[in-house]
């Protein structure tokens, strides 16, 4: 089951992010926005230094992929390891801890890119 992201229908996509800073390589997310405005169901878990995008301005690439429809998820683990309130993050962000994306990554339906 995938807690937070609707079950069932077409093969969806989980794209991890664990790089972190606007300054840092965008192509991942612009991939991610991509896929998004083509229909395509994706969720982008932030791990590790990927975390700091999940800070409102962050990003534009994030901005666009979330007007699109896309799912953003941070792992609170990470949040709390560098020091980020989850009351401040971007609007809709889910802050889920890992027992919630091993569900996910075991889904059959869907499929898993790691960055």
Known sequence: ?????????????LLIES???PERDSEFRRDATTRVLTGQAVLLFLVQDGVVLAVPGSDEDLDR??????VLAADGFSLGQRG???????????????DVVAGWILDPAVRVMWH
């Open 1 to 13: 089951m995938t807690e937070g992201w609707e079950s069932g229908g077409p093969p969806r996509l």
């Open 19 to 21: 790089q972190g800073g």
């Open 65 to 70: 992929f979330q007007k699109g429809g896309g």
């Open 84 to 98: 980020l309130d989850t009351e401040l993050l971007r609007p809709e962000v889910r802050v889920v801890g890992m």
